[in-house]
């Protein structure tokens, strides 16, 4: 079976390990740990949640790190016709106990590192029923007692610990029986309402867009994607679905705080890919010895999860050179991935998300999805095998982006003469500023063309005399002696309308970004 022959996504792991059983899949602190391996737990973890009640369409909550764990977790409870629902780990017990309740998890799998923090996140009532808990064998965990300590807590747990429960489970393929039209995955993303909403993907959603990926990045076994970004976050998962499709490797390390380490592994384990977001870059660039090192095997980095700066894209494509820099765009509605910009194409395109991936349609249209002529500005809309169903139990909210059998992005942009798209902004991130319409995104890329900024983010604050106005909050490169207001101002009025320039200027030694590193600003605001 070839990669485009796989119709559910745990096909990517049975395909690889009958091909490659001995090689090398997944690397963590400091081992590797092979196709055979994965597999056969997987397909044991499977049997165990079948044996616990398990059937197709039941909702399985995952709450661990990136690790071989999250890998065989993943993919079982797929096997068993699951439907995953990966939780961000920075997410807080109110957040846990939310998402549980919202698509009605029954089982519930975590970690000892995690555990502490679930124990509050739902009680007696709740919908979980069992509780299944990885632990490192030798560390002197004690299950019984972690057990009767909680059973007053609704966290039913005795005898579930793994790995050893899985022990006495065959190693066999359950084959479930499963079409790819099945939901097979609920990612919660950010919602207009304040809560988070379940984008419900299945099978086919995520296969297609994975086939999509391995089509651009030209993706083979020899690969070895270095991953920082995590799994639960669509993009993440698109890295690892990815390689296992084609029997490459995936090499984990969850030490981001310390860019340099993470650098000598990828270095070290001979990484062919590398994947991040702008704030990812930014800390590479500002923040550790990437200029100075050389990666002779890596042959491609992409990026995506939000707008990056021309200028910072020309910083990291020199930066990682010969590598190749993809700049790409998506939404976890989509999988993962709508277009990409061909490395190609980047010096003379700086600042556009690129063209359509295999099998997708993308343009830009009015509110009613109408296609619009070149250089006009609408929103941005998809269509294709990727687009989720909608949102899990939300149909008002599915309305709002579902419309006339197209997907609507809430990004505004624009399509140029040769066909390729450009971002002007998000439909909730443009300002009115008296009666202009100014995109933030437009003053961010201009702020970054500062030589002593290393991070951007725009709002619009209330304004008496205009209605609305920009404020900017800023971080500056490590070694800047620092940048007035003044100053700021006075570099953008060669660049942006005298409207545009913001009203208030803030410097912050950090601004807030979630777990897969994109700036939070309505944290900011």
């Not at 450009?422 to 443009?430: A, K, L, N, S, Y």
């Amino acid at each position: 079976m070839s990669a485009s022959d796989h119709k559910l996504i745990h096909n990517f792991l049975e395909d690889s390990a009958a091909r490659f059983p001995d090689k090398d899949a997944v690397f963590y602190l400091g081992k590797w740990h092979t196709y055979r391996e994965i597999e056969e737990k997987a397909n044991a973890l499977a049997h165990l949640l079948i044996r616990l009640g398990v059937k197709k369409g039941d909702r399985v909550a995952l709450f661990v790190e990136n690790s071989p764990e999250y890998v065989i977790t993943y993919y079982a409870i797929l096997k068993a016709g699951g439907i995953t629902v990966a939780l961000n780990t920075e997410n807080t017990a109110a957040d846990v106990g939310y998402i549980v309740r919202d698509c009605g998890v029954r089982i519930f799998v975590t970690n000892e590192r995690q555990f502490p923090r679930i124990k509050q996140a739902f009680g007696e009532k709740g919908p979980v029923e069992k509780v299944l808990l990885w632990t490192t064998p030798g560390a002197g965990t004690n299950p019984v007692a972690m057990a009767g300590a909680d059973a007053d807590s609704g966290l039913h747990i005795d005898g579930l610990i793994l790995p050893g429960t899985l022990d006495r489970e065959s190693k066999q393929n359950p084959e479930v029986i499963l079409g790819d039209q099945d939901i097979a995955s609920i990612v919660y993303t950010s919602g207009s309402t304040g809560k988070p909403r379940g984008a419900t993907l299945t099978h086919l959603n995520i296969v297609s867009n994975t086939k999509s990926i391995i089509q651009y990045l030209r993706l083979t076994s020899d690969d070895r994607i270095m991953v920082v970004l995590p799994f639960h976050y669509i993009y993440g998962k698109s890295l690892l679905n990815t390689h296992f499709a084609v029997g490459g490797s995936v090499v984990i390390d969850n030490r981001f705080l310390y860019p340099a380490a993470v650098l000598q592994t990828m270095k070290e384990q001979a990484a062919t890919g590398f994947a991040g977001v702008p704030s990812t870059f930014t800390i590479l660039l500002h923040r550790s010895p990437l200029k100075m090192q050389k990666f002779p095997s890596l042959r491609y980095v992409t990026q995506a999860g939000g707008a990056m700066a021309p200028a910072v894209q020309k910083e990291v494509a020199e930066a990682f050179a010969p590598a190749r820099l993809f700049v790409m765009y998506g939404a976890t509605e989509a999988s993962a991935r709508l277009s990409y910009l061909d490395p190609d194409d980047l010096p003379r395109k700086w600042g556009s998300i690129g063209k359509a991936i295999p099998g997708v349609e993308l343009f830009v249209a009015d509110q009613d999805g109408r296609p619009l002529g070149t250089g006009k500005e609408g929103e941005i809309v998809a269509c294709g095998p990727n687009i989720m169903q909608g949102y899990w139990g939300q149909p008002e909210e599915t309305k709002k982006v579902l419309r006339k059998g197209l997907y609507f992005t809430g990004d505004i942009g624009y399509m140029d003469d040769e066909g390729f798209l450009f971002i002007v902004g998000r439909t909730r991130d443009m300002i009115k500023v008296g009666g202009n319409r100014v995109s933030t995104k437009e003053i961010e890329e201009a702020l970054y063309e500062h030589p002593a900024v290393a991070e951007a983010a725009v709002i619009g604050i209330p304004d008496d005399l205009l209605g609305e106005a920009p404020k900017a909050f800023l971080t500056l490169k490590p070694g800047v002696l620092g940048a007035s207001d003044e100053e700021i101002r006075e570099f953008l009025t060669a660049r942006i309308a005298s409207y545009k320039i913001p009203k208030a200027i803030e410097f912050r030694d950090y601004l807030p970004k979630n777990e897969a590193g994109k700036i939070q600003k309505k944290n900011l605001r």
